[in-house]
């Protein structure tokens, strides 16, 4: 899968050493990289298990054109896809099998 980033910022975070441990501590950086590692090996999203520890799902709302991922409860990994079209199925859902490029958005609680 390939990964980007809303922001520089937000990439810095994600890939200095020690950044994600300096912004979210030790137990959420050990969660968040083996998230990110998964998000990294699969081929497409479709490969990503809807059920714990990752349990990614799409979001509602204002958001409904994202993802997330669980990190450390309540925290949550946020993405969006990155394909100009979305790859969409006939019912207009996103086909997951098709989307091989997110967006890295945020890393927070939402509820």
Not at 42 to 68: I, K, T
Not at 86 to 104: F, H, M, Q, S, Y
């Amino acid at each position: 899968m390939d990964i980007g980033f809303k922001s520089r910022r937000l990439q810095q975070i994600f890939i200095k050493p020690n950044g994600l441990v300096k912004s979210f501590g030790a137990r959420m950086a050990k969660v968040i990289s083996a998230r990110m590692s998964l998000l990294e090996d699969v081929q497409n999203l479709s490969l990503v298990s809807y059920n714990p520890p990752e349990r990614m799902h799409q979001l509602v709302g204002d958001r409904s054109e994202q993802f997330a991922i669980n990190l450390v409860h309540p925290f949550r990994l946020i993405f969006e896809v990155n394909h100009d079209p979305v790859p969409r199925k006939n019912d207009g859902g996103i086909d997951l099998a098709n989307v091989t490029r997110i967006t890295i958005i945020e890393v927070t609680d939402y509820h």
